[in-house]
Every structure is written in structure tokens, then in C-alpha cells.
């Protein structure tokens, strides 16, 4: 079955940068698919926070425009988030999506 394992996550600054890694495994047929990004802060209900098409269109939520990048590399089945500019409220458990299954989530603290 496909798992999705996520990784990058950790205690940052303000102002900030992390990259997180999610790695697809279970398919051949990584390329045939959206993958996307989510995260869910304490309290609070999970978010959509970017996805990336079959054909490299990406999409993000107003919150993480301009500062948030997602990619992915279909030769290695990883998808990527790059994040910049972190802000304590970016502050989450990250989440990797396809295909209806979600990753395990990786922790991002953003905070002085």
C-alpha cells in the first residue's frame, strides 16, 4: 500500500527557513498524482497549506503565498516543501496527502 513519510520538521527562528521532505513509497505510478502539503496546529483543524499537479501547477493557501514553495521530484517519488519566512503561527504538524492517505506528520516550532 502507498505510506507517505514525512520529514525536515524542527524548532526554528523567526524569520526562518526549513525545507520538509515527504517520501513516497507503494506506487509506481508516483507521477499520475496530486500531492499536496497540510498542517494542524494544537487546538486547532487541519489547513491546506499547498499542492502541487501532475503538470507542476501549484497552489497555496493566502497564508503561505510568497513565502511557501512546493516540488516535487517524480524520478525519486519525493515531495518537497520549502518554506521561508516562518512565522510563530506557521508553527504545526505538517502533513503530507495523495491518493487518500495521509504521512505520519512532522513537527515545525517556530519560536524565539
Known amino acids: 500500500q502507498v505510506q507517505l513519510v514525512e520529514s525536515g520538521g524542527g524548532l526554528v527562528q523567526p524569520g526562518g527557513s526549513l525545507r520538509l521532505s515527504c517520501t513516497v513509497s507503494?506506487?509506481?505510478?508516483?507521477?499520475?498524482?496530486?500531492w499536496g502539503w497540510y498542517r494542524q496546529a494544537p487546538g486547532k483543524q487541519r489547513e491546506f497549506v499547498a499542492h502541487?499537479?501532475?503538470?507542476?501547477?501549484?497552489e497555496y493557501s493566502e497564508s503561505t503565498k510568497g513565502r511557501f514553495s512546493i516540488s516535487r521530484d517524480n524520478g525519486n517519488d519525493v515531495v518537497y516543501l520549502q518554506m521561508t519566512s516562518l512565522k510563530v503561527e506557521d508553527s504545526a504538524i505538517y502533513y503530507c496527502?495523495?491518493?487518500?492517505?495521509w504521512g505520519q506528520g512532522t513537527q515545525v516550532i517556530v519560536s524565539s
Open positions: 496527502y495523495g491518493v487518500n492517505v
Open positions: 507503494g506506487t509506481n505510478r508516483f507521477r499520475a498524482f496530486i
Open positions: 502541487i499537479t501532475t503538470d507542476f501547477v501549484t
